[in-house]
């Protein structure tokens, strides 16, 4: 009997725990994130896989950006019946035009395309499926395309006949070379206080140096610190409070954090510790162990 009483008590406990698992899952940010619930239980899985609301924001991101293919991407966003409203590939090497665009076209009611990085992607490929969407009214309202390679001024002035609100992409031309590139704006307050068209420092970061984390311009005056994402540089406020590789002494910032290799201490006391990339790989090791897209 008791036995028994036993058994129902864990039952449902296990269904409650079920009910605030099934509460959290919409707010569960990547796909990366999704995949790892799919792993509690069978039930949980097939909730994941039948419930299309989960499946209307798409986000992939490292590790997982390297494996996705067309053809992996179409049964992802598939999942969402036509629905998808937010599409994020960042870093997706292998993605190209032609599965971006039977992406867009099943589903009509996207308002962000997010692909900074996805460098098979193509300018004329991009414009299409932004051509396609804007059809019968609906609006864009996000295009990033940061690390696209082909964009020119005649591209962007194409784009913003489409996206005419300000900010909505991603990327400008840069007043000093003429590129097409990101050009944030400067945290340094004695440049805020000058109008935009005035301020020296603005510009691309190839013209001018500038904090990959709080995007201040770095004159010849400031002190310059390597970051571990190779290229990148940090000012010296912002090293200082980042952490570091416990073998090079080098931080990540803050969007290539995901690239820490984390290592647990013995003391639960300890601060966390963890390696970048280059120091670790030179143990021969892979710090991102393999997931299955299939669910």
């Known amino acids: 009997m008791r036995t028994e009483e036993k058994e129902e008590g864990e039952e449902e406990q296990w269904r409650s725990v079920h009910e605030v698992l099934l509460i959290v899952l919409p707010y569960l940010h990547s796909l990366f994130e999704l995949l790892s619930m799919t792993r509690v239980s069978r039930s949980f899985r097939d909730a994941i896989r039948d419930e299309t609301a989960l499946w209307t924001n798409v986000v992939v991101e490292p590790p997982l950006s390297s494996r996705l293919t067309d ?44 692909v900074p990085g996805c460098t098979e992607l193509t300018p004329e490929g991009i414009m299409g499926c932004v051509e396609s969407l804007t059809k019968n009214n609906h609006n864009v309202e996000t295009l990033h395309i940061n690390g696209v390679h082909g964009f020119t001024k005649h591209h962007l002035s194409s784009l913003s006949n489409y996206l005419p609100q300000k900010g909505a992409i991603d990327v400008e031309v ?53 970051a571990a994402c190779g290229g990148d540089v940090l000012c010296l406020e912002c090293w200082l409070v980042l952490p570091k590789c416990r073998f090079c002494n080098k931080p990540y910032c803050t969007s290539h954090s995901s690239l820490r290799h984390e290592i647990a201490g013995t003391d639960a006391a300890s601060r966390p510790m963890f390696e970048c990339q280059a120091c670790y790989y030179r143990a021969g090791t892979n710090p991102y162990d393999a997931f299955d897209y299939q669910i």
Do not use: Y
């Open 71 to 114: 053809e992996t991407l179409w049964d992802i966003t598939s999942k969402s019946a036509g629905k998808l409203k937010t599409l994020v590939l960042r870093q997706c090497l292998r993605v190209t035009d032609k599965g971006l665009r039977r992406v867009v076209d099943a589903n009509p009611l996207i308002r962000k395309i997010i």
């Open 174 to 226: 840069c007043p000093k070379c003429e590129e097409v590139m990101m050009i944030p704006d400067c945290s340094r307050r004695s440049c805020n206080h000058k109008q935009t068209s005035e301020r020296k420092c603005r510009g691309c970061r190839f013209c001018v140096p500038r904090c990959v984390e709080c995007s201040v311009c770095l004159g010849p005056d400031t002190e310059i610190q390597e």
